[in-house]
């Protein structure tokens, strides 16, 4: 899916992203803590799926082997707030 995580695209609070490929392009969120049981985690991914909204990446799914977690959003081209630079730096 990720061709061996080659395709970084960034690296956020709670671990690196990458590009990868299902049906679509995805970004791969792969999770650098894993605390407890992975209840919190499983809670996360439930909050995030049920909410949907033009401005919010979808979450098409997720992985949870062992302390391995990893989060399948959309892939967003310009960058999640990109939209948002762009207008105002137009003014």
């Known amino acids: 899916m990720t ?3 080659r395709n970084k695209l ?6 690196l992203v990458f590009k990868g ?7 791969v969120k792969l999770l650098s803590e894993s605390r407890g049981n992975g209840e919190e985690f499983i ?4 909050s995030i799926s ?12 997720f992985c949870l082997e062992g302390s391995k ?3 399948i959003y959309d892939f967003m081209p310009n960058g999640p707030l990109e939209f948002i630079y762009s207008d105002r730096s137009k003014k």
């Open 10 to 15: 960034g690296q956020g609070g709670y671990g």
């Open 50 to 61: 049920r909410t949907s909204h033009v401005n919010i990446v979808s979450l098409p799914g």
């Open 43 to 46: 809670n996360e991914v439930a």
């Open 21 to 27: 490929t299902l049906r679509d392009l995805v970004a």
């Open 69 to 71: 977690r990893a989060l």
């Open 3 to 5: 061709k061996s995580f």
